[in-house]
């Protein structure tokens, strides 16, 4: 099949890392997690299997994660996409591109995140409840 599994590798580069900043383009949400937990939960959100691209869009993505050590250095970056029937995880390891299916914990994660930013919006603007 061809398919060349990047996970160990990732898993090795993350390993030193303790802080997950999110970033989501099209809702200007932002937010940075200090823990080596999220680091693991985020890893955990990636499939060890490429990603189903039939839906997606070339070098569209819906936000991107940085992952960075104790000093403040980013080790990894990726883009996602986990809207419209485009779940992936793009990322650069050892000079090669790989995207990888993001799984439905991934999904629900950041569905979660973009219905508390509504609902923070809907507050925002009906100035009541």
């Known amino acids: 099949s061809g398919y060349d599994s990047p996970m160990s590798a990732l898993a090795q580069v993350l390993k030193d890392c303790n802080k997950v900043e999110y970033l989501m383009y099209d809702f200007g ?3 940075e997690t200090p823990s080596t937990a999220e680091v693991a939960r985020f890893y955990g959100f990636i499939d060890d299997a490429p990603a189903n691209e039939a839906n997606c869009t070339k070098n569209k993505y819906d936000g991107s994660v940085v992952f ?4 403040g250095d980013i080790k990894q970056g990726m883009e996602f996409n986990v809207l419209k029937g485009c779940h992936r995880v793009v990322f650069q390891l050892d000079g090669k591109t790989y995207s990888q299916q993001f799984n ?19 507050k925002a603007q009906g100035g009541g409840q």
């Open 29 to 31: 949400i932002t937010f």
């Open 68 to 71: 960075k050590n104790n000093d």
């Open 104 to 122: 439905q914990r991934g999904l629900d994660f950041f569905k979660q995140i973009l219905s508390m930013q509504q609902q923070q919006l809907k």
